[in-house]
């Protein structure tokens, strides 16, 4: 190795006429005496006059003024090279599954109890149907059979009254109020609306066999080949509201005929047809469309097949009939042949009638 200025070949990395004092930090003094200062060495024992004068001392930075954040091992994935697997000194959860748990069953709908008197008396065969048992008519002939007790003593008479707190037996085991169920269904073709068919025909019943525990019934009717909006509860005096007569709801139909509807038609149908010795004038008729086959349809009375049979009066074949809206409810978002339960809110305008 040379040096640039001077060829003098290096021995050990200095030049043969350098001073490795002077190399390495070596200082003169006024009288030409040289004064070495070692180098900071941490593991040195000497004392402060044989090591010579302290290295200034860094200043250490408050732990007050400095921002510690807890920084949570994440777990490792790395091969550790000696088994051959996964790091086992940290546990591993997997990640689960996108909406996992959230539509793996049909979640129910919980509904609050409504405040009921201890001291207003029921009708017994109307407690029972409230409990789930049977419907109204089989339950008078189970009190007529004498299966049923009321506090220990049977009870055979047809308008006997029971106390919400009374202890009724029924073939000597308890009788206990069902909680209430309201389940929405947009019913598809080919389903009979009914609770027990004798032909053995696929009902609505079959579709919401899994939905809940309680015994609930349809609220109304649909012909077999009509879809649509259709309410399932084991709530009676709700079933009462909706479908008497005198309570007038409403209710929204898609209709599609056969042929195209005459305006001269239309006229003696929006004036009113007597079916049953009944006036039945339809509230709205209009066409969604200019095909005059498509109408749409909203009207107040429940008779049996009304909308079939005032087209058919007219000489007119409904050959396509959807419920689009029961009482306020719609099947919107619900898929045809799918079901619902009823959210809070909508039970309690049912109840308050607030729905038309």
Known sequence: MFDSNNRTPRRGGYRQDENPRERSGARMSADGAS???PRFNPNATATSQEAGPRRRQRIARPMSATRVEKVEARPSFRNNGEQGAFNQDRSF???????????????RQEYQKNYEDPTKPIRLNKYLANAGICSRRE????????????????????????????????HDQPVRRERKVYILLNKPKNTVT????????????????????ERIYPVGRLDRNTT?????????????????????KKKIYAVTLDRDFEEADEAILRAGIILDDEKITPDALEFPSEDRK??????????????????????????????????GLTKKNVARGKYRFLTPKEVAMLQMGAFE
């Open 194 to 213: 009914t609770t027990d068919d004798p032909q053995e025909r696929h009902t609505v019943l079959d579709i919401v066999r899994n939905a809940c525990a």
């Open 93 to 107: 959860r997997p990640r689960p599954s996108r909406n996992a748990g959230v539509y793996s069953q049909r979640k």
């Open 228 to 248: 649509g909006v259709l309410l399932l509860t084991n709530d009676g005096d709700l079933a009462a509201k909706l479908t008497h007569p005198k309570f007038g």
């Open 294 to 327: 498509h109408i749409g349809l909203e009207i107040h009375s429940g008779q049996n097949r009304v909308v079939r049979r005032m087209f058919e009066k007219v000489g007119y074949k409904v050959t396509k009939l959807d419920r689009v809206s029961f009482a």
């Open 35 to 37: 004064s070495f200062r």
């Open 139 to 170: 339950a008078d002939d189970f009190i007529q059979a004498g299966i049923i007790t009321v506090n220990g003593q049977v009870v055979d008479n047809l308008g006997a009254k029971v106390l919400p707190t009374d202890k009724v037996m029924f």
